[in-house]
C-alpha cells in the first residue's frame, strides 16, 4: 500500500482534515475547531478518522500541519506524536518554501496564507492571486518569479452574516447564498441579496484593483464558500477546493520530515 500523508489546516472556525495517497486527496474532512482540545482528544479525534477510511497510523508517512490558532498547537503536537506516533510537521517561520516573502514582517504571515501562495504558484503558475474564503478572506499575490508581493484581508462571508444578525434586533440569521432576484420581496431574500452581492462586490473591487497593480494574472479561489462565488464572478478563473491542503502537502515534500 502507498503511504499517506494527514494533513490539518486548523482554521479560526473550521479544521479541514485531509488525507493524501500520493498527490491526490483520498478523503477530506470539514471540521468545526475547538482550540479547547485536549492532546488525548486531539489523538483519539484523529485516530477514529482514520479508521473510518481504513487506515492505521503505520500506514502514514507523516503529519503536517497549517494552524492560525496557536493555543492549541501544542496539543496537537503531543496528541499527534502520541497517539498516532509521528512528530507533526508545522508551516512556522523559518521552514524552507522556496518562495521570497517580499513583505514588511514575513514571521507574521498565516501558515494557512503561505500554503495558499505556494500551491497557487506551483500549481497554475505566476503571476497569481489566491482568494480564500475562510473565517477572513484573504488575497495573496504571487509574483512572475514566485516571489509573495503580499495581500489583503477582509472578514470572511460568515463573519460578515453574524455581523448583521448580532448587531440589529429584528434581522434574522440567514446564509450567505444568492437568492433568485436582487430586488427582494420579504426580509429574508432581502437580507441574502444585500449579503451575497454586497460581499460579491467587495470581492471583485479589491481583486479588480490589485489586477491594476499586479497586471493580468488567474485568480484562484479556495475555501468553503469558494465554489458559490466562483459562479457568480468572472474574475474568478479556478476554483480549487484542497488548494490550502494541497499547499500544506507541497511545504512537507520541501522540507521532508520523516517520523
Keep these: ?122 500549481l497554475y503558475g505566476g503571476p497569481c492571486i489566491v482568494l480564500d474564503f475562510g473565517t477572513a478572506l484573504t488575497w495573496e499575490v504571487v509574483s512572475a518569479k514566485g516571489e509573495y508581493l503580499g495581500g489583503a484581508i477582509a472578514p470572511g462571508p460568515g463573519v460578515t452574516a453574524d455581523a448583521l444578525s448580532s448587531k440589529t434586533a429584528k434581522l434574522p440569521q440567514v446564509a450567505m447564498a444568492p437568492p433568485e432576484r436582487v430586488i427582494g420581496k420579504g426580509t429574508v431574500d432581502s437580507i441574502q441579496s444585500g449579503l451575497f452581492y454586497g460581499y460579491l462586490g467587495a470581492v471583485e473591487g479589491v481583486t479588480r484593483r490589485i489586477l491594476d497593480e499586479l497586471g493580468d494574472a488567474p485568480v484562484i479561489a479556495t475555501g468553503g464558500l469558494a465554489a458559490v462565488f466562483g459562479e457568480h464572478s468572472e474574475l474568478i478563473n479556478h476554483v480549487d477546493p484542497d488548494l490550502t491542503l494541497k499547499g500544506l502537502r507541497i511545504l512537507w515534500l520541501k522540507n521532508r520530515v520523516t517520523s
Design 1 to 122: 500500500m502507498n503511504k499517506f500523508l494527514l494533513a490539518l489546516d486548523v482554521g479560526n472556525t473550521n479544521t479541514v482534515v485531509g488525507l493524501f495517497q500520493g498527490e491526490k486527496v483520498k478523503t477530506d474532512w470539514r471540521l468545526t475547531t475547538h482550540a479547547e482540545r485536549t492532546a488525548a482528544e486531539v489523538g483519539m479525534w484523529l485516530l477514529q478518522l482514520l479508521e473510518w477510511d481504513g487506515v492505521r497510523p503505520a500506514d502514514l508517512e507523516g503529519v503536517a500541519v497549517s494552524s492560525v490558532v496557536p493555543p492549541l498547537d501544542p496539543r496537537l503536537r503531543e496528541g499527534v506524536a502520541r497517539y498516532l506516533g509521528h512528530q507533526p510537521f508545522f508551516v512556522e517561520p523559518g521552514i524552507r518554501s522556496d518562495m521570497p516573502l517580499l513583505v514588511d514582517t514575513p514571521q507574521d504571515l498565516g501558515a494557512d496564507r503561505l500554503c495558499d501562495a505556494v500551491a497557487g504558484y506551483q
